[in-house]
Structure formats: C-alpha cells, structure tokens
C-alpha cells in the first residue's frame, strides 16, 4: 500500500484540472480528493492511469467513477461538518473514502457482495471509518434514518421513494437519473417535507440494479 511522492504529485495534478478545468471550487472536496490515494482504489494495472479523468474497471463488471464525477457529486452534496450521509454503490470504496475525508459520518451501501468485502477490507487497512452494508440501495436504511445527505453513484430509472422518506426535513439528495445517460439531480426536502428538484447535466453510471448478489 505506497502512495509516494510520485503518486502525491499526480493527484496534486489532478486538483489542479479539477479546479481550473472543471470549476471544482469547493476547498473541502478539493482536500478531500487530495488526501484519498486513489490509486490504491484501483487493480495495479491501472496504476499510472488512476489520476486521469476516467472511469476505470473495479470487477463485478462495475467501475470507479472518474475523478470529476465524485467531485462534481460531492461538490453537489454542500457537506457540513457532523452530517450523517447515506451512499448507495459504494463499489470500489474510492467515494466512500473521499466522504469520510469531508469529516461527516457515513454509511454506504453496496449489492455485490465482492465488491462488498474487497471495500470493507481496503477501507479499513486505509484506516477509513466508513459503516459499509451489503445490501438493496432502493431501501436504504431504515433503522438508521433519517439521512442529511443522500448519494446515489449509479444511474436511477427514477428516484427510489424509500429513500427520500429516509431523508431528513431539510436534507439533501444527489442522484443521476435516466437510462442510458443520465442526468445529475439534487432533490431537497423543505422543513415542511416538500421535495424540490434541481437538474445539472448528463452523466454516464453503471445502472442501479434491483436486488443483492
Ligand atoms: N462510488 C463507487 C461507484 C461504483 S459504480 C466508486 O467510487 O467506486 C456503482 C456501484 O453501484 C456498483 O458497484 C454497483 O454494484 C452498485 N449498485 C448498483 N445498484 C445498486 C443497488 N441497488 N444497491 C446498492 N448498490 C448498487
């Protein structure tokens, strides 16, 4: 598990494009994403491409998001400090790792139990607190809502209603939503428990299946 200085200096890059190509311009995501060594979210194959801006294979015919669609998600998510956040797909771990480094508490669901266990395992030698559960991410979490943030990392035919009952009054959920394409959504429940929808562009995710494997 090495993160030198060579991977240091590509991840500093990688800011970098994040912030003067793609408008990122959130200082916590952006630390956030400096701190999580991504490379070691990836197989050692893909080692020199890990800091491109693209998504790449984690196995279980899964991918890692690339870089500018976690920061975007993130970005999207307006953390604070202390907040109790809800991710579903946790897939390779690399999103789950980068919440963990925005200081909210988080928990994250994932359907393939391999991907599961191999996030599980990598989270915790990389010392990541993250409650991790394999699971059907259209049911979230009952018995731990309600949720501040809800973040969905694979592509919804529709927005799941479990989880925007399990949001908090005043909570927030980002969701990419379509078939083949999809567009980047930010629901927000008002205090009166009235649900606002705000679209962004298109994105392209794995599809949120139904059901655990
Ligand atoms: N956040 C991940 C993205 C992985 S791709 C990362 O940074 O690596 C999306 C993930 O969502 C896949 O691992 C896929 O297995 C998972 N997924 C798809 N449908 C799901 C569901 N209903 N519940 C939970 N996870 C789901």
Do not use: W
């Not at 956030?32 to 979210?41: K, Q």
């Not at 963990?100 to 915790?124: D, F, G, P």
Request: hydrophobic letters at 40%; glycine letters at 8%; a neutral charge.
């Amino acid at each position: 598990m090495i993160d030198n200085l060579r991977h240091q200096g590509l991840r500093k890059r990688m800011i970098d494009y994040l912030s003067v190509k793609r408008g990122i311009d959130s200082d916590s995501v952006l630390k956030a994403m400096m701190n999580v060594p991504r490379h070691l979210f990836l197989e050692s194959s893909f080692l020199e491409f890990a800091y491109e801006d693209k998504a790449f294979p984690i196995g279980s015919q899964q991918t890692i998001s690339s870089v500018y669609t976690v920061a975007f998600q993130t970005q999207l998510l307006n953390l604070a400090p202390g907040e109790k956040v809800l991710e579903i797909g946790t897939g390779s771990g690399y999103q789950t790792a980068v919440l963990t480094q925005c200081n909210v508490e988080v928990y994250s669901i994932e359907r393939h139990h391999n991907l599961y266990k191999t996030a599980k395992t990598l989270l915790s030698m990389l010392n990541y607190r993250a409650n991790l559960f394999h699971g059907d991410g259209h049911l979230g979490l009952s018995r731990l809502a309600p949720f501040d943030k809800i973040l969905v990392t694979c592509g919804a035919v529709e927005v799941p209603p479990l989880l925007l009952e399990q949001l908090r009054l005043g909570g927030e959920m980002v969701i990419p939503i379509g078939f083949k394409n999809q567009i980047m959504t930010l629901f927000s429940k008002d205090l009166d428990g009235n649900i606002k929808k705000k679209e962004y562009h298109n994105f392209q995710f794995v599809p949120m299946l139904r059901d655990k494997e």
